[in-house]
């Protein structure tokens, strides 16, 4: 169960992420057979209007206030993304508010699609944020080697910037790229 203290502590990393639980794809689907959880996806709009696990409540992670969370003494809180590391740093700010106990769903919204459980799919959503990264790198590098090869070799640089970009969003889980296309108005519509 997750409950919120009126006082708020700091607590280091390591011992916050320790407090942080882990509930598996079959737990959840039997919790949310029962309606005996509240279910919050803290990824973006545009990926939770594309597929979402029925019943939950988008609560974006560029957004998220831990006072804004529907806490119910019933019902435990768990918390998901696509694939877990996004549902961690919810989970941080909720300990920093004064959570005593956060669960998020073990691997996302991937694993509970792995393990074959239902989800809500909208056709005329934008495409997922991981393929317009994927479109706006590609062009970039596309764009940079062109230019590189028939204008100025300076233009190689671009290519290089964004392979960097790639590089150390592979390294640390966190793309900047994917955080500005999520700021554009399309993709915040749900």
């Not at 039997?30 to 279910?39: F, G, H, I, K, N």
């Not at 709009?45 to 594309?50: D, I, S, T, V, W």
């Not at 317009?132 to 300076?154: D, N």
Request: aromatic fraction near 8%; include cysteine; proline fraction near 6%.
């Amino acid at each position: 169960m997750t409950s919120m203290n009126d006082t708020s502590f700091s607590y280091p990393s390591q011992i916050q992420q320790d407090r942080l639980k882990a509930i598996s794809p079959s737990a959840l689907n039997m919790l949310l057979s029962q309606q005996a959880v509240t279910l919050i996806d803290v990824r973006e709009p545009a990926e939770h209007a594309g597929e979402r696990i029925p019943g939950s409540i988008l609560m974006p992670l560029s957004k998220f206030e831990p006072d804004q969370v529907p806490f119910d003494a019933q019902k435990p809180l768990v918390l998901y993304c696509q694939t877990g590391n996004r549902s961690s740093q919810a989970a941080q700010k909720l300990f920093a508010a004064g959570a005593d106990e956060v669960t998020h769903l073990e691997g996302g919204l991937s694993a509970w699609v792995r393990a074959g459980y239902p989800t809500q799919k909208n056709k005329n959503a934008p495409i997922s944020l991981m393929r317009q990264v994927q479109i706006v790198a590609g062009s970039l590098v596309l764009i940079g080697t062109v230019l590189g090869a028939f204008v100025s070799p300076w233009f190689l640089l671009l290519s290089g910037f964004v392979g960097s970009g790639l590089v150390f969003a592979g390294i640390t889980n966190t793309c900047a790229l994917a955080m500005l296309l999520a700021k554009l108005p399309y993709n915040q519509r749900v």
